[in-house]
């Protein structure tokens, strides 16, 4: 079983990061690369005339393959890990005959990790573009780990308790945000907003693909016993 596990979520990481990374470069990036645009003072959008309007357009990926290689590393090694603790939880699930395995069931439990790790936590501290002031990282990160923890306890309460326990998951899900994420007590940024929201979407939309994908490819190699 433990075998089974550790393949199943290398596989299934490895692919589900791959595809991950794919997104990334046709959507996430080059809006994160028109972004460094306006950090570095290439672009600007609020000039010195007062006008709001500005160039767009991305620069393009670029010839920085380093920067490129790192980048798909980095989705790997990340899905490979979130693949292993997601496995490790539907496994646990199943073996307490709370739930059975199949591929569409971790397409459901993909969403759900996507939810816990990734969209509950941008509701308070989204995806930000390169120079985009904001509270210090502590703070930050203690909101963000909290909520995470929160939100996947929220989430397991409410798919497999009962009654008045079940109606506790929601309590979870919302604590950290009713607690509220550490900001600046003004508004600060150099990029246009409408770049800021499009790259929040992307950047969300490819995570949930991701995510979906590596719930889908956990259960599948799951179920083959590799």
């Known amino acids: ?38 950090e570095t003072g290439a672009r600007i959008h609020f000039g010195a005339n007062g006008s709001p309007e500005s160039d767009r357009g991305s620069p393009g990926l670029g010839t920085e393959w380093a920067r490129h290689a790192m980048t798909v590393g980095f989705n790997v090694v990340t899905y490979v890990g979130f693949g292993f603790l997601l496995l490790a939880a539907m496994a646990f699930a199943e073996l307490r005959g709370l739930t059975t395995i199949t591929s569409k069931q971790g397409i459901i439990w993909g969403l759900a990790g996507f939810i ?69 007590d003004a508004f600060w940024g150099v990029a246009p907003p409408e770049l800021s929201a499009e790259f929040v979407t992307l950047s969300l939309g490819a995570a949930a693909a991701g995510w979906s994908t590596l719930g889908f490819l956990c259960a599948w190699f799951w179920t083959k016993e590799l």
């Open 1 to 38: 079983m433990t075998k089974n596990l550790l393949t199943s979520a290398v596989f299934a990481g490895v692919a589900a990061g791959l595809i991950a990374a794919l997104l990334q470069f046709v959507f996430v990036i080059p809006a994160l690369l028109e972004g460094e645009l306006f």
């Open 116 to 184: 816990a790790i990734q969209l509950a936590p941008a509701i308070g501290l989204p995806p930000e573009l390169p120079g985009t002031p904001a509270a210090e990282i502590g703070p930050r990160q203690m909101w963000w780990l909290g909520t995470l923890v929160a939100s996947a306890l929220g989430l397991w309460v409410i798919a497999f308790g009962r009654g008045v326990i079940a109606l506790s998951g929601v309590i979870l899900l919302l604590g950290p945000h009713i607690i509220g994420a550490p900001h600046l």
